[in-house]
């Protein structure tokens, strides 16, 4: 379960809530300009834009959930269980497994009109990383500055998506949730009239009661619509601290609270961490469930040109501002 955004203010800003009942080894990772990726079609992947993003590394390979590129491209990769559909390698196409689409669209393109281009010879294969790491079921949204897209590759063959609203969750498809907005039209963030009847007479008694109807549960239906209210409507200042601050905000209006989702085998659905990035500026923001403190990595001149990754533990120990002490 997850739920992805893209904000702008004077910059872009492009992230995610990661909910899952177990964590999977993530650090924050820079891969660099001219990183060499051995794809499973027999190419070699040298990338020609550095990224930065939350990702696990096997045998010096980042497995990315999300990252941006330093050219303001970020992609993140979200749960769709038994809609997603991998196929055998095909004939005439670039065949790439699932966990190298992030490496590949970001190490090569710029822009979303580049990817769409390309998105048009891609087959998604059912390759695994490894024989112990079995294949995830993933759909993916991508951004570039301005606009966004939602990849998916169902039995009908690989669907792309423009995707106005920003937002991106988990089951059911994508056309599903932009159908969905339309059974809350009657949303506000201003108080309403009453428009039940003229026969009787109504008044709100308190702020709020415009959006009366805003699911809270945590259901990716349901943070599809919450998130994107939140979102189309937020008000926020053009500088980096309020824009940083305002799109956790948002991401906190989808949070899954420890307790409050049990899986079927008795485990507790959480957000493991949130991010944002910048994409003007390759700076990455995250913060995790124990530590709500806003961290930040940025994606420095020097570290684009190694030869190697970089990788920075996340600050999992939250920290806690005394202020009376004498």
């Not at 040298?46 to 050219?71: D, H, R, S, W």
């Not at 393109?109 to 695994?128: G, Q, Y």
């Not at 085998?265 to 003007?280: A, F, L, R, V």
Request: hydrophobic letters at 35%; charged letters at 20%.
């Amino acid at each position: 379960m997850c739920t992805c955004i893209q904000l702008k203010t004077k910059d872009s800003y492009f992230g995610r809530n990661l909910d899952l009942e177990y964590r999977f080894g993530e650090k924050v990772v820079i891969t660099p300009r001219n990183y060499c990726f051995s794809l499973r079609n027999k190419d070699i992947l040298k990338t020609k834009y550095a990224m930065i993003g939350m990702a696990t590394v096997f045998q010096n390979y980042p497995l990315y959930a999300e990252a941006v590129n330093e050219k303001g491209l970020a992609m993140a990769g979200l749960y769709f269980p038994e809609n997603a559909k991998y196929f055998k390698s095909k004939e005439h196409q670039i065949n790439l497994a699932p966990f190298e689409l992030i490496p590949y669209f970001l190490g090569k393109f710029e822009t979303i009109a580049e990817v769409k281009e390309e998105l048009k010879k891609i087959n998604i294969t059912n390759e695994s990383f490894s024989s112990d790491m079995p294949l995830a079921d993933l759909h993916w949204m991508i951004s570039d500055k301005e606009t966004s897209i939602v990849v998916e590759q169902t039995i009908e063959g690989l669907k792309v998506y423009d995707n106005p609203i920003g937002v991106l969750t988990n089951n059911p498809p994508f056309s599903y949730h932009m159908m969905n907005l339309n059974n809350y039209l009657n949303l506000s963030p201003y108080n309403q009239e009453n428009q039940f009847s003229r026969k009787v007479s109504l008044n709100t008694y308190g702020q709020g009661m415009g959006a009366i109807g805003l699911p809270g549960d945590n259901s990716p239906s349901s943070r599809f619509i919450r998130c994107a209210f939140y979102k189309l409507n937020s008000i926020c200042a053009d500088n980096e601290e309020e824009s940083v601050v305002q799109f956790f905000h948002i991401l906190e209006s989808v949070l899954m609270v420890k307790g409050s989702v049990i899986t079927k085998s008795g485990k507790c659905d959480i957000t493991t961490y949130s991010s944002c990035m910048n994409q003007e500026h390759g700076i990455y923001y995250y913060k995790t469930y124990y530590n709500p403190q806003i961290c930040m990595v940025k994606m420095r001149e020097e570290e684009k040109n190694k030869t190697d990754l970089t990788v920075y533990d996340l600050m999992e120990k939250p920290s806690f501002q005394l202020i009376n002490d004498k």
